[in-house]
């Protein structure tokens, strides 16, 4: 049985898995993100004898994802410390002659949906977290969108909601997507963790404003044919329907297609695939640098 390595890098924990082709995680574990080398050597350590044929790792950007790059798997100019610079790839090529496939974790994420979860079927999706950070990967025509660097669509510029007087929490932005919608937003502006909020707290229809905002804007540019919205600040299941609503109402009726039509429930959704997503997206990184997946 082929047997394929996972890795979901965050900034706040990894998570390495074991997993198949058919985008089943076997086993996995997780561990807090420290130093480069503290938290890669648990990872390494963890994947030693399982016999893996692959390691496909979707982690925390900005990274370098072209293969012609000098700097190729390495981690730009990041807030995390002690990250910025680092050589992922060569360091994990160190301990295993195997194939590697290497992105960012939302990235590693619309793949895995793509491949085994809401967009099975589906040539063009985007796959949005919301949580620590803000991110978006995008699958266009099968393909993951790669250009300059991979997509930053986290810090995109956005209106300002005409009540927000909070100054944005981006080190380098301070009022872009990331800085005013991110779970570190919500909790510097109201005093309190997302989580603590109850559903009809004003912070929640601000929320929706912001990633509404974003979604229009992939909306003309990428026309995806789903989106779908994770991570742990959409574990707040009452702002999907606000969100569906702000998008109706920015569009105005420009677009004019089914799957913005009513509700659009079938158009922004949830990940199928869970918390999991980013892992089990790993395992379509790895099947990718195999020569399995198309």
């Known amino acids: 049985m082929t047997l394929l390595g996972a890795i979901e890098g965050g900034g706040t924990k990894f998570v390495c898995g074991i997993g198949t082709p058919e985008g089943i995680i076997i086993e996995s574990v997780s561990f807090s993100t420290t130093t480069p ?20 790792i979707g982690t925390f950007g900005p990274i ?55 967009a099975k079927g589906i040539n063009n999706c985007l796959y949005m977290t919301i949580g620590t950070g803000i991110g978006a990967g995008a699958v266009v025509e099968g393909k993951l969108v790669h250009g300059l660097s991979h997509p930053e669509m986290g810090h995109i510029l ?37 989580y603590e909020l109850n559903e009809m707290h004003p912070a929640w229809l601000m929320e929706s404003y912001y ?40 569009l105005n009726g420009y677009l004019q297609h089914p799957a913005l039509s009513g509700t659009g429930e079938n158009f ?18 790895a099947m990718s640098a195999l020569g399995l997946y198309e």
């Open 37 to 56: 080398e503290e938290t890669l050597g648990k990872a390494m350590n963890y994947f030693a004898n399982k016999g893996i044929q692959a390691i496909g």
């Open 64 to 118: 370098d994802v072209n293969p012609k790059s000098p700097n190729f798997g390495a981690v730009g100019k990041t807030p995390k410390p002690y990250w910025s610079g680092f050589p992922v790839i060569e360091y994990v090529k160190r301990h295993f002659d195997i194939p590697i496939g290497f992105d960012t974790d939302v990235n590693a994420a619309a793949l895995g949906e793509t491949t085994w979860g809401a």
């Open 158 to 194: 956005i209106r300002r909601h005409p009540e927000d007087k909070y100054i944005g929490h981006c080190p380098f932005h301070q009022d872009c997507l990331e800085g005013l919608a991110a779970g570190p937003a919500i909790e510097a502006r109201w005093s309190k963790k997302a």
């Open 211 to 250: 990633i509404a905002q974003a979604l229009v804007n992939y909306i003309l540019v990428l026309s995806p044919e789903k989106m779908i919205l994770g991570g742990g600040v959409m574990n707040q299941l009452h702002l999907y329907p606000m969100i569906r609503d702000q998008v109706a109402s920015l």
């Open 268 to 285: 922004i959704v949830k990940p199928a695939l869970g918390a999991k997503a980013g892992l089990i997206g790993a395992l379509a990184l």
